[in-house]
């Protein structure tokens, strides 16, 4: 009775541990994360990256529609291929990242989720803040969920990746970002695509 009571007891701690959200890592290490920006303005088309990523995010593979995390970008980190626009950039009139040294995404909830194999799309709610300034936006989101593949980028490493794919839009002038000024050359609309693997070793 006794050695049954401990078999039923195992088997749940090690389903539990299944079932339990993974917490993904996303500083690479191979810096291969990244975010484009782009803004397309009458005047000039300028595209941009950025690659000061981390941040970590739980997600749960048993039970898709729940996500939380935060992810983070240095705003040091944008780049744009003209050095003076880059200069720019970087200045206290537009993102100030000497003030402002990092932009974040905050996850607030997961809507209209559909999971079909290890991928899931949904409709992500979060808090962007920018340049000190929050907004709560919402943005289409592909969630990938590659188990044992961890060992595919990394030999020496196991465990799982979450790749999260996203494209939106955002409005400088909603982050107070030199707004109204210079819009033939920079657009207010800005639009953004990531596309970035976090890692759970195990």
């Not at 340049?131 to 799982?160: E, Q």
């Amino acid at each position: 009775m006794k050695k049954s009571a401990l078999i039923i007891t195992l088997a749940c701690l090690q389903f539990g541990a299944f079932a339990a959200p993974q917490e993904f890592d996303f500083k690479d290490p191979k810096g291969v994360n990244n975010v484009v920006f782009k803004t397309d303005a009458p005047l000039e088309s300028i595209n941009g990256t950025a690659s000061g990523i981390s941040g970590t995010v739980s997600f749960d593979p048993e039970k898709q529609d729940t996500l939380n995390g935060k992810i983070i970008v240095e705003s040091a980190s944008l780049h744009v291929p003209n050095p003076t626009m880059k200069g720019h950039l970087h200045s206290d009139k537009w993102l100030d990242v000497a003030k402002y040294p990092q932009i974040t995404f905050e996850t607030i909830s997961l809507e209209n989720v559909k999971t079909a194999g290890n991928v899931t799309t949904a409709d992500v709610t979060g808090t962007l803040t920018i340049k000190g300034v929050s907004k709560k936006i919402a943005a289409p989101v592909k969630l990938t969920y590659l188990k044992d593949k961890l060992k595919d980028r990394f030999p020496n490493l196991k465990g799982d990746l979450l790749v999260i794919r996203s494209t939106f839009t955002v409005k400088r002038s909603d982050f107070g970002i030199n707004k109204g000024n210079l819009e033939d050359k920079v657009s207010d609309d800005i639009e953004l695509n990531l596309s970035l693997a976090g890692q759970a070793p195990r």
